[in-house]
């Protein structure tokens, strides 16, 4: 079954604390992006990758990082996550950005 | 000015009606277009891609004008299943940029 999965789904932790939600596409796409969902602010793109080893920023960087090692991976890392960083988080891949977006099911993070 | 722009709502609809909204743009640049839905805080699936000469799937309908910066949603026969929030979504530069939604409550 194509698909994007991330992990965890749902996440609490506190302040400072490095933590990573992975994310893995099975279509072969190229193209993965990150994005955050906040109530009032819709989707906002953080970061989006365009192959292996290509990436760049989108609207909302700050305070993310992300690698592209593998074409079917692409971690969304917080090296010290804030409480503004409370969000819904969804990780999406496609043929490319003009393309059908496939979105994963949605990390939810809390940071106390 | 945000680069995309919807009026959030809620647009409550009698089952049957018609209902239609629009998406407007900031960058007249702007390559691809979509509408996505999505169904209370959960992934959102592509409903259609917009294009110039406007397109059709079943009751849905969506329309593309360039020289406006807009792009236009319409939902004919409404169901109950209709409900959800329409996210309107414009490409550039490799980027994707969304708008905060149009919610549509489809009442019995």
């Known amino acids: 079954e194509a698909q994007v999965t991330q992990n965890p789904r749902y996440l609490i932790t506190v302040t400072g604390k490095k933590l990573t939600v992975t994310c893995s596409q099975n279509?072969?796409?190229?193209?993965m992006s990150w994005y955050r969902q906040d109530p009032g602010l819709g989707l906002r793109q953080i970061y989006y990758s365009m192959n292996v080893e290509v990436t760049d920023k989108g609207d909302v960087p700050e305070g993310y990082k992300v690698s592209r090692k593998e074409k079917r991976n692409f971690p969304l890392i917080l090296e010290s996550p804030s409480p503004n960083q409370t969000s819904l988080y969804f990780c999406?891949?496609?043929?490319?950005?003009?393309?059908?977006?496939?979105f994963g099911p949605g990390t939810r993070l809390t940071v106390t | 000015r945000k680069e995309v722009e919807q009026d959030p709502g809620p647009f409550n609809v009698p089952e049957g009606a018609t209902v239609a909204f629009n998406c407007t743009y900031s960058n007249s640049a702007s390559q691809s277009f979509f509408w996505y839905r999505q169904d209370c805080r959960k992934e959102p699936k592509l409903l259609m891609s917009?294009?110039?000469s406007g397109n059709e799937d079943g009751r849905f309908t969506a329309q593309l004008n360039r020289a406006s910066q807009y792009i236009s949603l319409l939902i004919r026969d409404s169901k109950l299943s209709d409900s959800a929030t329409y996210l309107c979504?414009?490409?550039?530069?490799?980027?994707?940029?969304f708008g905060k939604g149009n919610q549509v409550v489809v009442i019995p």
């Open positions: 917009v294009y110039s």
């Open positions: 979504v414009v490409g550039r530069n490799n980027r994707l940029a």
């Open positions: 999406a891949s496609s043929q490319g950005f003009s393309y059908e977006q496939y």
């Open positions: 279509m072969n796409h190229e193209y």
